[in-house]
């Protein structure tokens, strides 16, 4: 088990924008106290600068595990007064950039590690891997976390694959398009059949070759909008 001095060193290396004020050893949860930097803190408001001090206030977050154990930050931040009159907030709650957003009970790095995982594993698995590493997170807030997550830029491929699937057999249809180099998911459509492809192809030139099943519907929905492009069938339709 590492010492005391060890862990401080662990968590101020993620921490550095705080004053870290002790490091206790609560056995299965190292708990840290810290402060903000006594530092000049814009109104969120006007933007006029404030150090005048109104009162201080209590944060509790979740931060990385250190040495297979959950970490807890208690951060005292400062509520501060506006220094300009007419301002309508006359007191404000200082904000901690790069270690603890608004309203969040975990710290940023901690975050990206979560998303990181659920990106992954999405729900039920992600809070099985999380537990197994000492982060607790319920299949909610993993399912959350993900929502949240930024929706990578869509970059239309080389190669598209194209093929269709029930999300309720016999009644509701999807149509998914793959990176057939990569086997990245490109989109997912709604419905199923020539016009519903002829859409996208439209809306995002680029495809020089499709590779789909032995449908004659897609073929001729490719042709239609992309004449030059070569059409080969798939290996698992084949």
């Not at 006007?46 to 209590?58: F, N, P």
């Not at 807030?141 to 194209?162: C, H, S, W």
């Amino acid at each position: 088990m590492a010492s005391v001095e060890g862990l401080a060193g662990i968590v101020f290396a993620g921490l550095s924008a705080l004053v870290i004020e002790a490091v206790e050893d609560a056995g299965e949860v190292i708990r840290v106290r810290a402060a903000t930097r006594a530092c000049l803190v814009a109104c969120p408001s006007c933007g006029e600068g404030s150090t005048r001090v109104h009162a201080r206030e209590e944060r509790t977050a979740a931060d990385v595990p250190v040495d297979g154990r959950r970490v807890q930050v208690q951060i005292r931040v400062r509520r501060l007064r506006c220094t300009v009159a007419s301002c309508a907030r006359s007191t404000f709650r200082e904000q901690v950039p790069g270690v603890l957003e608004r309203y969040q009970r975990r710290t940023i790095r901690l975050m990206r590690q979560v998303g990181a995982v659920v990106k992954e594993l999405a729900g039920r698995a992600a809070t099985r891997a999380l537990a197994a590493g000492g982060v607790q997170a319920s299949r909610d807030t993993a399912l959350r976390t993900l929502g949240r997550l930024p929706v990578p830029e869509m970059v239309v491929p080389r190669v598209l694959g194209i093929d269709d699937f029930a999300l309720r057999r016999g009644r509701v249809y999807a149509t998914v398009l793959i990176d057939a180099e990569t086997g990245r998911r490109v989109d997912v459509l709604e419905g199923r059949g020539a016009e519903v492809v002829e859409a996208w192809l439209r809306e995002h030139p680029g495809v020089e070759i499709v590779c789909r099943d032995g449908s004659t519907t897609y073929a001729g929905a490719v042709r239609a909008v992309l004449p030059a492009a070569v059409q080969v069938a798939d290996r698992w339709h084949l």
